[in-house]
């Protein structure tokens, strides 16, 4: 079903280890509105979607994992060289406490993913509005991102992903427009 290329969607670059900045990205992690979180939700909503519009979902899903790899190594990139005082410094002690420099499903104030992120409602306009508002919240994340550093490769990896979301919510917007126009399309028998 997908073909694994070992690289990156988009190249990761980092200017300097960035604790601070690598504690705000964990939000698009394991966030409400983060990668994770969308990657599941599209993949689990395709299930009850008509066929006509399942390859979006699926699309999408699998793109989102992909986006969810490129967080995961920025964070890398930004807390690598770091100090335990630099964590503690950046409010990651307690991170660092529980799981040392491994990444962890969280968002920025360390509140552990769930499941209740996942909005699944099996009506396929709902379901579709609601992965609309989940890429528009993802965009307006990965602007405040990019407005919180001054790291020009990282605002341009963080410029990509923000991209990203909006061709995504573009998409889902199609989706629910061929859904429409078929709910408005009248059936005679």
């Given at each position: 079903m997908?073909v694994?290329e070992?690289?990156?969607?988009y190249p990761?670059?980092?200017?300097?280890?960035d604790?601070?900045?690598a504690?705000?990205?964990i939000?698009?992690?394991?966030g409400a509105?983060?990668?994770?979180?969308a990657?599941?939700?599209?993949?689990?909503?395709?299930?009850?979607?008509?066929?006509?519009v399942?390859?979006?979902?699926?699309?999408?899903s699998?793109?989102?994992?992909?986006?969810?790899?490129m967080?995961?190594?920025?964070v890398y990139?930004?807390t690598?060289?770091?100090?335990?005082?630099q964590?503690e410094?950046?409010?990651l002690?307690a991170?660092?406490?529980?799981?040392?420099?491994?990444?962890?499903?969280?968002?920025a104030?360390?509140?552990?993913?769930?499941?209740?992120?996942?909005?699944a409602?099996g009506?396929?306009?709902a379901?579709?509005y609601?992965?609309i508002?989940?890429e528009?919240k993802?965009r307006?994340?990965y602007?405040?991102?990019?407005?919180?550093?001054?790291?020009?490769?990282?605002?341009d990896s963080?410029k990509f992903?923000r991209?990203r979301?909006?061709?995504?919510?573009?998409?889902?917007r199609?989706?629910?427009?061929?859904?429409?126009?078929d709910?408005?399309?009248?059936r005679?028998f």
């Amino acid at each position: 079903m997908w073909v694994y290329e070992k690289k990156l969607q988009y190249p990761v670059r980092v200017c300097k280890c960035d604790v601070r900045m690598a504690k705000y990205l964990i939000e698009q992690y394991g966030g409400a509105d983060g990668e994770l979180a969308a990657a599941l939700r599209y993949m689990n909503q395709r299930y009850t979607i008509p066929g006509k519009v399942i390859g979006v979902l699926n699309d999408i899903s699998t793109e989102e994992l992909a986006h969810l790899e490129m967080i995961a190594t920025m964070v890398y990139k930004l807390t690598k060289d770091a100090t335990v005082q630099q964590l503690e410094e950046a409010g990651l002690g307690a991170h660092y406490v529980n799981h040392d420099s491994a990444l962890y499903y969280e968002n920025a104030g360390g509140v552990p993913w769930t499941a209740a992120y996942i909005q699944a409602k099996g009506d396929p306009i709902a379901d579709l509005y609601e992965d609309i508002a989940a890429e528009e919240k993802a965009r307006a994340t990965y602007q405040w991102l990019i407005n919180m550093t001054d790291d020009v490769d990282l605002q341009d990896s963080l410029k990509f992903l923000r991209e990203r979301e909006i061709v995504h919510s573009q998409r889902f917007r199609e989706a629910v427009e061929i859904l429409k126009e078929d709910r408005e399309y009248k059936r005679v028998f």
